[in-house]
């Protein structure tokens, strides 16, 4: 018998992105676009606000795209400021790395483990991702099984946890880990 874990998104991300007015490096996506047509041509931006400062900055989504070339709906998302949207856009590796930025994880994903089975000599645990969001292995499993790290990196290193993937980095994928007691 199996175990199903799952990363959840709480919120979204930070934004890591030098600020130009008070040289913070993070800025708050609060989910509202900017969108400027100058006649057949349209430039879209998601807004992100410094958390120094409060300045505005602006990541490129569309530039000097032709009107006709964006789909109906993803244009009705832009002007009604849909949060999925930028949601969507910020994990997008496209828009990433067009404006520069990389994405602060850190307290904005959840773990739901459901109901535990601790007696079990032997537990299977599937840990799925609902988004790509980069942890340690290492830090979900102890968080999972309420074990300090350290200790579940000694169980690694005894044999007594194992898995397919590497342990030791970070994922953004669905993996699967076995632990013997």
């Known amino acids: 018998m199996s175990e199903n874990w799952v990363v959840v998104p709480t919120c979204?991300?930070?934004?890591?992105?030098?600020c130009h007015a008070c040289a913070s490096e993070r800025f708050r996506a609060?989910?509202?676009?900017?969108?400027?047509?100058?006649h057949k041509l349209l430039d879209a931006w998601l807004l992100v606000l410094c958390t120094g400062c409060g300045e505005t900055a602006k990541l490129?989504?569309?530039?000097r795209t032709n009107v006709r070339s964006v789909p109906p709906g993803l244009l009705d998302r832009l002007h009604?400021?849909?949060?999925?949207?930028?949601?969507?856009?910020?994990r997008?590796?496209?828009?990433?790395?067009?404006?520069?930025?990389?994405?602060?994880?850190?307290?904005?994903?959840?773990l739901d483990t459901g109901p535990g089975h601790p007696d079990r000599e032997v537990?299977?645990?599937s840990v799925r991702f609902a988004a790509r969001i980069p942890v340690r292995p290492v830090r979900l499993i102890a968080e999972g099984l309420g074990l300090p790290r350290a200790e579940v990196e000694r169980l690694i290193r005894a044999?007594?946890?194992?898995?397919?993937?590497?342990?030791?980095?970070?994922?953004?994928?669905?993996?699967?880990?076995?632990?013997?007691r």
Do not use: C, M, Y
Request: glycine share 6%; no cysteine.
């Open 30 to 38: 609060n989910g509202k676009f900017r969108v400027n047509a100058n």
């Open 60 to 63: 490129t989504v569309f530039e």
């Open 80 to 90: 009604h400021n849909d949060p999925g949207l930028a949601a969507e856009l910020l």
């Open 92 to 110: 997008d590796p496209v828009v990433q790395r067009r404006n520069r930025i990389a994405l602060d994880w850190d307290d904005a994903w959840r």
């Open 123 to 125: 537990i299977d645990v």
């Open 12 to 18: 979204l991300p930070l934004v890591i992105r030098r």
């Open 159 to 180: 044999g007594k946890l194992v898995s397919a993937v590497r342990l030791s980095g970070k994922l953004t994928g669905d993996f699967t880990f076995t632990l013997k």
